[in-house]
């Protein structure tokens, strides 16, 4: 049996963030993930200035610009309706989550984790803090990461099922050709109920999709062909899903020294759907919890150290929640219409929002005064 200190499973940005971390705090590290990297990812690959910032502080560097495309045009629609076209935007960034991905991987594996991607695993055993693997090598571990995405193995061995199918979301997206130099990101809320559609426009490619709540939208296929339609694009490729587990956030990732990070624990966008930002903070976090019970000789305080962790950004899951009621519920479509489209003040905020420079507890704050004046218009007919 090979002992670890910490072993990861998953090497998306979460589990590659917690590697390189643990890794960097002189832990002995496994990153396992079946497959091999690069590998292609279900992704929109939006890369907001929170995820910008993020990696520069876990990474130690700015994302390479190989890797990313810079927008500074956006345009916002709501159920059929233009709401607004902003330049000179704060910036944008789109990616593909291949190169995304395998950037952070190889960062993890320089800083000292151990490579067992391409490998799959075949039980966990969490009483004797065992990992095996599908070619029969166990490995062991003092704390276990599990960030192996919204179907999370590990999550389903702590509570029998990975996600809650009431609350869970589920995208549809494709790849469509390179589009022009002069295309702008677009937005549009309602694509899917209680979600949004999505163009990208990346080097190399345009990715196009829909996401929403799985239980609200019984034909996401027929949605998706909608919206593809807006854009020529419908029953020209293939189309591929997965869930998203977008404001499904678990208040208790994990299990004494078992922490979940990214989707696995839920930690994506409620309102856009973006999880890489919380993904690697969450990685980051969890590792850093790890090494913190692991040096006090106490592996299952990890949890608890973890949670302390997680707070701030529990908190703006939860202002982010309330703002979602707003923006999704069908009870204030035309409130929220108006407010968009009327009030400078909360598109200036959600910019800044997807920029970095504010978090969902001053979007909240934004929105929650303008919401009496909207209601009133809204009542009146204004």
């Known amino acids: 049996m090979d002992h670890f200190d910490l072993i990861v499973i998953g090497a998306g940005p979460a589990g590659g963030a917690a590697a390189h971390t643990a890794a960097r705090n002189g832990l002995r590290v496994a990153l396992i993930d079946r497959h091999k990297f690069p590998r292609e990812k279900l992704c929109g690959g939006g890369f907001t200035g929170r995820s910008y910032r993020y990696y520069r502080e876990i990474f130690g560097r700015n994302i ?80 276990l990461i599990g960030a192996d995405g919204a179907n999370s193995q590990v999550a389903r061995e702590l509570y029998g099922t990975a996600f809650d199918h009431d ?37 190399g490619s345009t990715t196009i999709g829909i996401g929403g709540v799985h239980r609200r939208n019984p034909d996401m296929k027929g949605a998706m062909q909608d919206y593809l339609s807006l854009f020529g694009a419908e029953g020209q490729h293939k189309v591929k899903g997965a869930f998203l587990p977008f404001g499904d956030v678990r208040r208790w990732p994990g299990r004494r020294e078992v922490l979940l990070a990214g989707d696995a624990a839920g930690l994506v966008d409620p309102i856009t759907g973006e999880g890489i930002a919380y993904a690697m903070k969450s990685g980051a976090l969890a590792a850093r919890a790890a090494a913190e019970a692991i040096a006090a000789n106490h592996p299952p305080r990890a949890l608890t150290l973890y949670r302390q962790h997680l707070r701030p950004i529990h908190r703006a ?31 200036y905020q959600y910019l800044r929002l997807m920029a970095g420079e504010i978090e969902y507890p001053a979007l909240a704050w934004a929105t929650f005064k303008k919401v009496p004046s909207f209601l009133l218009r809204s009542a009146t007919g204004r």
């Open 64 to 143: 390479s610009d190989d890797i990313i495309l810079t927008k500074d045009v956006v345009e916002f629609h709501a159920h059929g309706q233009a709401l607004a076209r902003i330049e000179d935007i704060p910036p944008i960034h789109m990616t593909m989550r291949r190169d995304l991905d395998n950037a952070i991987v190889d960062y993890a594996l320089a800083s000292g984790a151990e490579d067992f991607t391409g490998r799959s695993v075949a039980e966990l055993d969490f009483d004797q803090r065992r990992v095996t693997l599908t070619d029969g090598q166990t490995l062991s571990y003092k704390v």
């Open 167 to 203: 609350r869970i979301g589920f995208g549809l997206e494709i790849e469509a050709p390179t589009p022009p130099a002069s295309a702008p990101v677009r937005i549009d809320f309602g694509a899917a109920e209680w979600g949004y559609g999505w163009y990208f426009p990346k080097a």
């Open 317 to 347: 899951m939860f202002h982010a929640r309330w703002i979602r009621q707003i923006i999704f519920a069908k009870g204030f479509r035309n409130t929220f219409i108006r407010a968009f489209r009327g009030s400078g003040t909360v598109r």
